[in-house]
């Protein structure tokens, strides 16, 4: 064998062990640049995912530095270059995911409703997810929810009997309160529709 055939054989050798370097590389600092948004995933399952990516690239970086101090063995290459292309493709799901999300999100209005009727009172009223109908609520109370709805409604009763009660409710859409009711009549309903 020529030294122009062995610098070559050992350059063809080299590139999968370059290969994997960068990809554990890539994945290693992509899995971390999403880390700070795992707050903000809808599910558990994408944290799980983030994590195992970020534990793959980790575990291909501690394989891939023993490899190249002991000796690049071809069946620990494989393993780096595997582990990271694992660890790569789950963050590219991921971003891939989260893109999504964003551009067909819908928009969400924060709403809070709020009540008061006394020692104990029932609302009603409804969100993206349930009909809340006569649930008991004790002095005052409130509901925080997201909606893609363009109204909202709560209606406060007091107890049976009771029909002299101050009940009060009010509705807060997007951090600013849009409506405001009081009655000694014992029933007040708020409603708010966004123009």
């Not at 409703?113 to 993206?128: H, K, Q, Y």
Request: net charge positive; proline share 5%; with cysteine.
């Amino acid at each position: 064998m020529t030294g122009r055939q062995r610098a070559a054989a050992a350059g063809s050798a080299r590139r999968p062990g370059r290969a994997a370097l960068w990809i554990w590389i890539v994945a290693l600092v992509v899995g971390l640049a999403l880390f700070p948004l795992l707050p903000g995933y809808p599910s558990p399952a994408f944290a799980v995912a983030l994590i195992i990516g970020i534990v793959a690239a980790i575990v291909a970086a501690t394989l891939d530095i023993r490899n190249r101090r002991a000796g690049a063995s071809p069946r620990a290459t494989g393993w780096v270059l595997g582990l990271g292309i694992l660890a790569l493709v789950i963050d590219l799901v991921l971003v891939i995911t989260l893109v999504v999300g964003v551009l067909t999100r819908p928009n969400l209005t924060r709403v809070e409703l709020r009540a008061t009727g006394g020692p104990v009172f029932t609302v009603s009223f409804s969100d993206d997810v349930k009909q809340h109908v006569d649930e008991q609520w004790h002095d005052s109370g409130f509901a925080r929810f997201n909606t893609a709805k363009s109204s909202t409604e709560i209606t406060v009763n007091a107890p049976t009997g009771q029909a002299e009660q101050t009940v009060s409710c009010e509705i807060e859409w997007n951090g600013a309160v849009v409506a405001h009711e009081t009655s000694t009549g014992g029933t007040v309903t708020c409603r708010y529709e966004a123009r």
